[in-house]
């Protein structure tokens, strides 16, 4: 069928669904407080519900899954939703991104499931900076699931790191080292706004640019952009094995190569991360004989999809988190 597209001619390959809101770190840009959950919350999505959801999207051009949170390996059933997805009919990437907290545990069972992709949050590479942040001092066996993981067979494994003023900005020395001689992408992911953190953010934000001016001044170059990639500008060095990806929301036309799509755990739709509605898809996902009406439903909605957020106005829409959907 193939109709992922929005009135503004872009297509939208890849799906974000969140498996589960909750998270168990304690990261200083999302949930300082841990996460608290909220009474009378709707359910996760159960493993029926999720592989109706994903042979809709399949049906309508979805090629790229990536399963987030929270905190997604709190799922017991993780394992059985990567092969979930990696079985549907027109799916060929199946990621996930974890804080890594059972990245040991579970990697070869992920990989065994069919992963194509994994993404690890690694704010920083010194521990008590690590610990600072994620209020956690497991950097040692993340990074140790994360060699695990360059063993696999995945297609590619990406760290993730929030970049934050006066506590991890002047780290990159370090990360230059560990990229040198490891296959691996780093992406440096610019602070965002969100409903509850804005005193943090004034203190902690740095423009992502400032960054990508260091790494040009290094020899850095961008790369050109694939086709179902996310929204990081990545740069590689011939002398380094790994790249450098920044995903830098608040630059000029951030917005113009939106490939995604979202879901929440409870099955709403959001077509942007920081938009103000979500659609229910729930009551559509009880049966297979709503399929129709759920392929119609995702493509109305997606003709509504606006052409850019409202960050740069402090408009953070439904997001009070990032735990909440995602990332």
């Known amino acids: 069928m193939g109709s992922l597209i929005d009135r503004f001619g872009r297509r939208f390959p890849y799906l974000r669904l969140s498996v589960i809101e909750a998270c168990n770190y304690h990261c200083s840009y999302c949930l300082p407080k841990g996460y608290q959950a909220v009474p009378g919350r709707p359910k996760n999505l159960d493993i029926d519900e999720i592989a109706r959801l994903l042979g809709a999207f399949a049906t309508l051009g979805m090629q790229k899954v990536r399963l987030t949170g929270g905190e997604p390996s709190l799922r017991r059933d993780l394992t059985d939703i990567i092969r979930v997805a990696v079985n549907t009919t027109g799916v060929e990437k199946v990621a996930v991104t974890t804080n890594g907290c059972l990245l040991q545990k579970r990697i070869r069972d992920w990989c065994d499931a069919?992963?194509?992709?994994?993404?690890?949050s690694v704010d920083s590479l010194d521990r008590d900076c690590f610990k600072k942040i994620t209020g956690h001092d497991q950097l040692n066996s993340i990074l140790a699931g994360v060699e695990?993981?360059?063993?696999?067979?995945?297609?590619?494994?990406?760290?993730?790191?929030?970049?934050?003023?006066?506590?991890?900005d002047a780290q990159l020395p370090v990360w230059l080292d560990y990229l040198r001689d490891r296959r691996i992408s780093l992406r440096f992911i610019e602070l965002m706004q969100t409903g509850d953190n804005l005193d943090y953010f004034h203190q902690h934000h740095l423009r992502a640019e400032i960054l990508e001016q260091?790494?040009?001044?290094?020899?850095?170059?961008?790369?050109p952009r694939a086709a179902d990639?996310?929204?990081?500008?990545?740069?590689?060095h011939a002398d380094y094995r790994g790249r450098i990806g920044i995903i830098a929301p608040y630059s000029r036309d951030f917005c113009a190569g939106c490939n995604r799509l979202r879901v929440t755990s409870a099955g709403d739709l959001r077509l942007c991360l920081f938009g103000q509605i979500g659609i229910p898809l729930r009551n559509l996902l009880q049966c297979d004989d709503?399929?129709?009406?759920?392929l119609a439903t995702i493509a109305k909605q997606l003709g509504l999809k606006q052409a850019g957020h409202g960050l740069h106005m402090g408009d953070t829409g439904l997001t009070p988190h990032l735990a909440s959907i995602g990332g």
């Open 214 to 223: 260091q790494l040009e001044q290094s020899g850095w170059r961008l790369l």
């Open 148 to 168: 695990t993981a360059l063993e696999s067979n995945l297609l590619s494994v990406k760290l993730n790191a929030v970049l934050l003023r006066d506590l991890n």
């Open 229 to 236: 990639a996310g929204p990081a500008r990545e740069y590689g």
């Open 290 to 294: 709503q399929q129709a009406e759920l």
């Open 114 to 120: 069919g992963l194509t992709a994994l993404n690890v």
